[in-house]
């Protein structure tokens, strides 16, 4: 079946240390994003990328990075840099160029610092 | 700058009653303007989009939605609702420059038997 698959569904990360969390999608889109989901803030976007080798930084960049070698991944890392990580984060894609479609989502993981 | 108003954090409605959730925008040129609904730990699931021509669409599980462009407004209604409706519900826009999707903060519908 094709789809996003997020992974692990959680994750637990020491402070001062850089986690990455791995979105993977067969649904052959170009176009892949990175959110942030924070009780009452709603989805906050954090990267996004239109093609391969390329991407944008979001809303809130700041202490993370992504890199986009493959079609099929956006691996997220959240780096020691980021001061409030603990949230749930939420992969998607969609088609580029083809602006009358939605984004589909993964499941999500829920990172905590301990 | 772009962004995406839902003002109403939390509602609360009767098993069966009607429901209107609220959202505003604010984008320059023609939106694409979505509505997910998301269940507790879980992704979104999309349940309708407008994109052009008629400006009342129709989605899963019973939602409609009516885009006013003199309003900035899609608000997203269902006539009876069900205690299954119960989740988080968020309006969406496509930002066609940059293919920028944006969110809004999401409105908490609960509903009481």
């Known amino acids: 079946d094709g789809g996003i698959t997020q992974s692990p569904k959680y994750l637990f990360r020491k402070e001062g240390q850089n986690v990455t969390l791995s979105c993977e999608q067969n649904?052959?889109?170009?176009?892949m994003y990175w959110y942030r989901q924070d009780p009452g803030q709603g989805l906050r976007l954090i990267y996004y990328?239109?093609?391969?080798?390329?991407?944008q930084k979001g809303d809130i960049a700041e202490g993370y990075s992504v890199s986009r070698e493959k079609k099929e991944s956006f691996p997220l890392t959240v780096t020691s840099a980021q001061k409030n990580p603990t949230a749930f984060y939420l992969c998607?894609?969609?088609?580029?160029?083809?602006?009358?479609?939605?984004?589909?989502f993964g499941q999500g993981t829920r990172l905590t610092v301990v | 700058a772009q962004s995406v108003t839902q003002p109403d954090i939390h509602i609360t409605v009767s098993e069966g009653a009607s429901l209107e959730l609220r959202c505003n925008y604010s984008?320059?040129?023609?939106?694409?303007l979505f509505w997910y609904v998301q269940s507790p730990g879980q992704g979104l699931q999309l349940l309708l989009k407008?994109?052009?021509?008629?400006?009342l669409v129709q989605g899963i599980k019973g939602f409609e939605a009516e885009f006013k462009r003199s309003q900035s407004s899609f608000n997203l209604r269902k006539p009876s609702v069900h205690w299954s409706d119960a989740a988080e519900y968020f309006c969406?826009?496509?930002?066609?420059?940059?293919?920028?999707?944006?969110f809004g903060a999401g409105t908490i519908l609960r509903v009481k038997s």
């Open positions: 998607a894609s969609s088609p580029r160029g083809t602006l009358n479609t939605e984004a589909f």
């Open positions: 649904l052959n889109h170009d176009a």
């Open positions: 990328s239109q093609i391969v080798n390329d991407f």
């Open positions: 984008y320059g040129a023609t939106p694409y």
């Open positions: 407008y994109f052009s021509g008629d400006t």
């Open positions: 969406a826009v496509l930002m066609e420059y940059g293919n920028k999707l944006v």
